[in-house]
């Protein structure tokens, strides 16, 4: 159970929209929420091998799954229609240095959704559990990075009301 200001927060109950069940995943949907996460990485590997994942990944996997649903600062949402998972979202609080007006700042780290469900509200409904999630938190910013040749994910976020805020430059040695 997540604590804010020194009181307990239930897990919410499920949402049920027209893209699906939204709901907190568990243990049980590990597996699944593995598979959309290799699924996100190639479709991210082939637009730059930056993003391409090791063979012996799948273990690793896991263990990060795992750990997100152990803290109470992190939370995965999936969307499920007929047992069928359709997508998940993970998202995460983050905390500054003290010496800056904002110490907290969430960051939805990661967002898939099936090929075949895309553009029918199941990445919406899970990005505004996640939204809804933060806020209840006290949190009141969110950030996602988005690559720049994911043209799609640049114009979804974007539709979300996410902007600008920071390039984020590389140099390959």
């Known amino acids: 159970m997540a604590v804010h200001r020194g009181r307990a927060l239930p897990e919410p109950a499920p949402t ?33 091998p930056l993003f391409a994942l090791r063979a012996d990944a799948g273990a690793e996997i896991d263990c990060l799954l795992a750990s997100i649903l152990r803290d109470p600062e992190a939370a995965i ?5 007929a047992a069928v998972l359709l997508g998940f979202c993970t998202v995460r609080i983050d905390r500054a240095p003290p010496i800056q007006l904002e110490v907290r700042r969430a960051e939805i ?9 895309r553009r029918r ?18 949190v009141e910013r969110c950030e996602v990075r988005v690559a720049n ?3 799609e994910g640049q114009h979804f976020w974007r539709s979300m009301g996410f902007g600008d805020l920071m390039d984020v430059l590389q140099r390959r040695l």
């Open 121 to 138: 509200g199941v990445g919406r409904a899970l990005v505004e559990r996640a939204l809804a999630w933060v806020e209840e938190r006290g």
């Open 77 to 81: 949402f999936v969307c499920e229609r």
């Open 16 to 48: 049920v929209t027209d893209a699906g069940r939204i709901r907190g995943a568990n243990p049980g949907d590990l597996d699944r929420v593995a598979a959309l996460w290799i699924a996100l990485s190639e479709h991210h590997a082939s637009g730059d």
């Open 109 to 117: 780290t990661d967002l898939m959704v099936c090929a075949n469900e």
């Open 149 to 151: 040749l994911n043209v």
